[in-house]
Antibody, heavy 125, light 106 residues
Framework: EVQLVESGGGLVKPGGSLRLSCAAS????????MNWVRQAPGKGLEWVSS????????YYADSVKGRFTISRDNAKNSLYLQMNSLRAEDTAVYYCARDDFWSGYDAAYRFFDYWGQGTLVTLSS | DIQMTQSPSSLSASVGDRVTITCRAS??????LNWYQQKPGKAPKLLIY???SLPSGVPSRFGGSGSGTAFTLTISSLQPEDFATYYCQQSYSTPWTFGHGTKVEI
């Protein structure tokens, strides 16, 4: 059974830092790209960052570029998000999500097929 | 960035109703469109991928259609467990973007 378990959330002051972790099990972690997606209280979903299976390709949303760093340790089946210079608008539940794809006849189609339960990050002075 | 626009933002329906939610992309995304269902306090769940494909375990009352810029999620006969918020998401190009969600309520 695929499981993704996030941890590391909590209350932090604006300008502070936090490191989120996502422990993966039930699948061959090293062969999948992974993502962080967040959801502010009462709001919709916002993709934050992606990392390819070997960490060769990394992407960020403009809203976090230069402040957040995604990484992974395939030996530990773990995904991380280092968040620096945190702002009030970073308050959200942060989900890790597995990135899979389906090869159609003309292209590969990507989707987030498994999600963790989320970890809450709260910014408050 | 590709903008995803969902409509309506919310709807009221009854058990057994046919429900349709639309999603429009600001540019063509071919069939790179996914739908997710989210219940309160829970993580999103993949409902439809590649515009019209159902993952294993998703009931056949859910259906997706469309390509290019216009997409539709249809629930053929609404069940009590389907009351939730539904999001579309494009996977054509980064940044991956989501619609703002459609809340389906009684």
């Amino acid at each position: 059974e695929v499981q993704l378990v996030e941890s590391g959330g909590g209350l932090v002051k604006p300008g502070g830092s936090l490191r989120l972790s996502c422990a993966a099990s039930g699948f061959t972690f090293s062969t999948y790209s992974m993502n962080w997606v967040r959801q502010a209280p009462g709001k919709g979903l916002e993709w934050v960052s992606s990392i390819s299976s070997s960490s060769s390709y990394i992407y960020y949303a403009d809203s976090v570029k230069g402040r957040f760093t995604i990484s992974r340790d395939n030996a530990k089946n773990s995904l991380y998000l280092q968040m620096n210079s945190l702002r009030a608008e970073d308050t959200a539940v942060y989900y890790c999500a597995r990135d899979d794809f389906w090869s159609g006849y003309d292209a590969a189609y990507r989707f987030f097929d498994y999600w963790g339960q989320g970890t809450l990050v709260t910014l408050s002075s | 960035d590709i903008q995803m626009t969902q409509s309506p933002s919310s709807l009221s329906a009854s058990v057994g109703d046919r429900v349709t939610i639309t999603c429009r992309a600001s540019q063509s995304i071919s069939s790179n469109l996914n739908w997710y269902q989210q219940k309160p306090g829970k993580a999103p769940k993949l409902l439809i991928y590649a515009a019209s494909s159902l993952p294993s375990g998703v009931p056949s009352r859910f259906g997706g259609s469309g390509s290019g810029t216009a997409f539709t999620l249809t629930i053929s006969s609404l069940q009590p467990e389907d009351f939730a918020t539904y999001y579309c998401q494009q996977s054509y190009s980064t940044p991956w973007t989501f619609g703002h969600g459609t809340k389906v309520e009684i």
